[in-house]
Nanobody, 115 residues
Framework: VHLVESGGGLVQPGGSLRLSCAAS????????MRWYRQTPGKERELVAF????????NYADSVKGRFTISRDNGQNTVYLQMNSLKLEDTAVYYC?????????WGQGTQVTASS
């Protein structure tokens, strides 16, 4: 299983970023996918979830209405569109997949919202 996140960077509050996670090594269209984030000294927080077929999504209350998770099963990629970014969205963002009760993670991508 290999997950590679990209798309992070520095953005002003109110701005937007789109994260991507390229997946390989497993049957991508058979598994739900998740985006998490983590800041130093805090536990990793689940941000968004999408079912294997992309028809159902779920979000943390802190990002509802601002973030959108989506996936392209033809490209084995999951996305996180982040709009109206806030200072408190600053974190390392990870994509994750759970296969047979084992969680797999990418290396993460840094998102910094700062003026």
């Amino acid at each position: 299983v290999h997950l590679v996140e990209s798309g992070g960077g520095l953005v002003q509050p109110g701005g937007s970023l789109r994260l991507s996670c390229a997946a390989s090594g497993f049957t991508f269209n058979s598994y739900p996918m998740r985006w998490y984030r983590q800041t130093p000294g805090k536990e990793r927080e689940l941000v968004a979830f999408i079912t294997s077929d992309g028809r159902s999504t779920n979000y943390a209350d802190s990002v509802k209405g601002r973030f959108t998770i989506s996936r392209d099963n033809g490209q084995n990629t999951v996305y996180l569109q982040m709009n109206s970014l806030k200072l408190e969205d600053t974190a390392v963002y990870y994509c994750s997949v759970r296969i047979f009760n084992t969680d797999y993670w990418g290396q993460g991508t840094q998102v910094t919202a700062s003026s």
